[in-house]
């Protein structure tokens, strides 16, 4: 049996039965025998489809928000942006697919020498339930709209998500099975990996998951993508405009409870400007409100399971033992639900949790240094590399920071770092391999065929 559980009431949503052993199979073979057919439908057929999907997705928003609101915490306002941009990256590969996977003629001796892109098969989504529709979009229709098939295991805790994503796909007009959802635990993940029909995997997750997928993976000589954890710098230098920083900063922070791979975690702030920073930064956290998620008002809701919410606790409590001292928050409130305060650390130093590992949640390291050189240090003092920003008023210096200096694979200047379906997206380090959207993310899980002809 599989629960959903609404985090703000710790109320049982509904249940679910799990697919069984033999469930599965028969699941994972019709998706195969179905790609055998799908993959030689045309980029224009493909292309409406999702079209339609993306239709289907904007007239139902507010159905799917809710969804996601009594599954994992979403406020509704967060819902619905997330729906929308789901809707955005199918219209996206459906208008790119075919240009972005054209044969690209190679000048040789040869009388003729090309590069063709070709599906490979049935691709596994183990995906998070943080941005649990995005997530899966952002894999689904690239890999969909190049040809191939697809499964998907979901978080455990967001199974209506699961099966509501599956049921868009038939509504929008694709072949029952060219998208299907496994309600599965964990322990079955490995059995799927090594099915023969599964042909590469593409998880989003955190990073003890993902070395346990990339190994299985690996010993079956199967391609995989790994988009994990982060602890997202941002470098606030002297020259910046703080207020507007410390706005854009707080609202990375606390995007969806905190709980996001490249939600900002570490704010790195020049001694010269730390007070006035603290201060900007302060009155904007404090400004959130933290309520039901399904209150017009509440700007961030419950974290999404209460487990979470309590090992995020004790890695703040674990930080003010070892010398970090609170600003604000830091106390679990005396309210049902998986609520947790808006918060922030200063004093955060090596060996503490919060300088050290990722915190999914709505807390934030404050650390103060001497200059940019040792902000740049700093930043990049870290076992991950998802996505870095830095806050100054000279553009070009910021550039050559972003673009030089820092170790993530996605830099922003004076923004907060998001995802977008015309860049490419993933990291560096332990924080994965590979990467999701634009031309390089469609291309992951093709064959890249050299053809020649004498």
Known sequence: MQQSINPATGKVVKTYERHTKEGIVSIINSVDKTWHHWRSTSFMFRSQLM????????????????????????????????????????????????????????????????????????????????????????????????????????????????????????????????????????????????????????????????????????GELKKCVLELGGSDPYLILKDADLENAAKICASARLLNAGQSCIGAKRFIVVDEVYPQFLEHFTHEMIAAYYGDPFDEESTMGPMARKDLRDELHQQVISSIEKGAE??????????????????????????????????????????????????????????????????????????????????????????????????PFGGIKTSGFGRELSVQGIKEFMNTKTVVVK
């Open 51 to 218: 079209h339609n999907l993306s239709s289907i997705l904007k007239s139902k928003k507010e159905e799917l928000a809710l969804v996601m609101a009594k599954e994992m915490g979403k406020v509704k306002n967060e819902g619905l942006a997330e729906i929308e941009k789901c809707a955005w990256v199918c219209e996206y590969y459906a208008t790119n697919a075919e240009s972005f996977l054209e044969n690209e003629p190679i000048s040789t001796e040869a009388t003729k020498s090309f590069v063709a892109y070709q599906p490979i098969g049935t691709i596994l989504g183990v995906m998070p339930w943080n941005f649990p529709f995005w997530q899966v979009f952002r894999f689904a229709a690239p890999t969909i709209m190049a040809g191939n098939t697809a499964v998907l295991k979901h978080a455990s805790n967001v199974p209506g998500c699961s099966l509501a994503i599956e049921e868009l796909f038939r509504e929008a007009g694709f072949p029952e099975n060219v998208f299907r959802s496994l309600l599965i635990g964990s322990d079955l993940v490995e059995n799927v990996i090594k099915h023969k029909a599964i042909k590469a995997v593409s998880l989003t997750g955190s990073t003890p998951a993902g070395k346990s997928v990339a190994a299985i993976a690996g």
């Open 326 to 423: 609170v600003i604000v928050g830091g106390e679990i409130p005396h309210r049902k639900g998986a609520y947790y305060p808006p918060t922030i650390l200063e004093n955060v130093k090596p060996g503490m949790p919060a300088y050290d590992e990722e915190l999914f949640g709505p807390v934030a390291a404050v650390i103060r240094v001497k200059d940019e050189k040792e902000a740049i240090k700093v930043a990049n003092d870290t076992v991950f590399g998802l996505g870095a920003a830095v806050f100054t008023s000279d553009k070009k210096r910021g550039e050559n920071i972003a673009e030089m200096h820092l170790e993530a694979g996605a830099c922003f200047v004076n923004d907060f770092v998001k995802s977008d379906p015309r860049l």
